[in-house]
Structure formats: C-alpha cells, structure tokens
C-alpha cells in the first residue's frame, strides 16, 4: 500500500500522479517512450502539421516520444532530424545528432543533415525547456534566451512557408515572444493540447506561414 498523502514526498508525488495518468498507460500500451506523444499527436491532428513528405526537425527530442509520433509520419528514412543534449536510442526512419542545439558544431551537424534534403525544414518542433534554477528572474531570461535561439534557428533552417511548435511556460516574456513570431510568421496561435496538464503553465506556440524577419 503507498504512503498516505501526507508523507509521501515529491517522488511520491510524481509517481502516483504517473499511475493514475491515462497518458501514461496509454503510451505504455502504444510502445511511445513519453506520454508527451500524445501532446503533438492532439495538435497534429487538429491542426495538420505533420505530411508524409514533411522535412521535420525535432529539437529536445529525447526520449523520444515526439521523434517517434513524427517517424510514424513521414515516408522515407531520416526524414525526422532530432537533437537533444541527452542520449536518444534508436528509431527508425529518424536521424538523431546528440548535442545542444545552440552550439555551433550541433547546428552544422543539422545543417548536413538537412543539407539530403534541400537544406532547410517544413517543420521546427521544440519541446524544450530550461533547466530551472528557482531564480525566478533568471529563469525567465533563460527561457527567454531559448526561445530566442530557436527563433534564430528558423531562419537559416526552417522553408519559407515552414511551420514552428514550440513549447514555454506562460511569463513574463511570452508577449515578446509572440511578437516576435508574429513579425516573422504570417499566423501565430496559442495551443494546449488535452494531454498537457491543465494545473501546468506549459503552452505551445503554434507559428505557421515563414517568411522571415522585414
Ligand atoms: C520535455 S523533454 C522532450 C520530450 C520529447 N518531446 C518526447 O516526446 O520524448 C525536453 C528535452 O529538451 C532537451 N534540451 C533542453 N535544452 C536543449 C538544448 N539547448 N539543446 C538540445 N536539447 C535540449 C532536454 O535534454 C530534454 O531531453
């Protein structure tokens, strides 16, 4: 029998949350290495992002459960380029680089990889997150500096019409941010698919339409 609610601590916490969770299971059942599947699996399918012959990048990839929806996807071999500063093992048909996105080295690593395919992505998948500090203000610069980079990121890799969705938590920079899509993208909308948990401040931007900054 587990711990009663009082003195079960934060792991405690977090696992019973894990087993009551339907996502959980369900991605257990459905072979997903994260429940977070089913997070671009509910956008994809409201919002049709993800075509057979979509060029993907999915950045902050690991463990996987993102790469794995995307692969499932596409047609052909490598056509999912994923990246993450953690180990991922192995899927089929995705081409994984182990690195921080906002190095140098990583980022020719993508742009070889995206090279096979023209050079550039019809999609920028991001369901990154900074490591938190508990410093509010520097976590939020943090953020901020993120969201930044994957902004520079679109333009030298993402098509012109190519679509970005990217995760943050709701704060004081958010505004910004979507501006600063907005300059650069023709549409920009807020999305929180059903498996993001309602009590989290975790929302998606959802920018469609590249053109590039004026
Ligand atoms: C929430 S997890 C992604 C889960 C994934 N979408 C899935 O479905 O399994 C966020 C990931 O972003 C990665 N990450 C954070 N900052 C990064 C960076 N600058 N470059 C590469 N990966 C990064 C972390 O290592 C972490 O694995």
Redesign the pocket.
Known sequence: MGLPGKTRGKSGQWAARQQRDPYVKQARQLGF??R??FKLAQIDRQYRLLKADSIIVD????????SQYAANQVHAANQVVA????VMQVIDKVQFIHG???QTAVTAQIAAALARHGGRADVVLS????NISGIRSADQARAAE?QHAIVQFCRHSLKPDGQLLSKLFVGETTADLRAQLSAEFAQVRTVKPPASRPQSKEIYLLARGYHGAA
């Open positions: 290495r994260s977070a599947a950045l902050g990839s690991a463990p996987g459960g993102w990246v993450d500063c953690l921080d996105f906002t369901d990154m997150a900074p993120l």
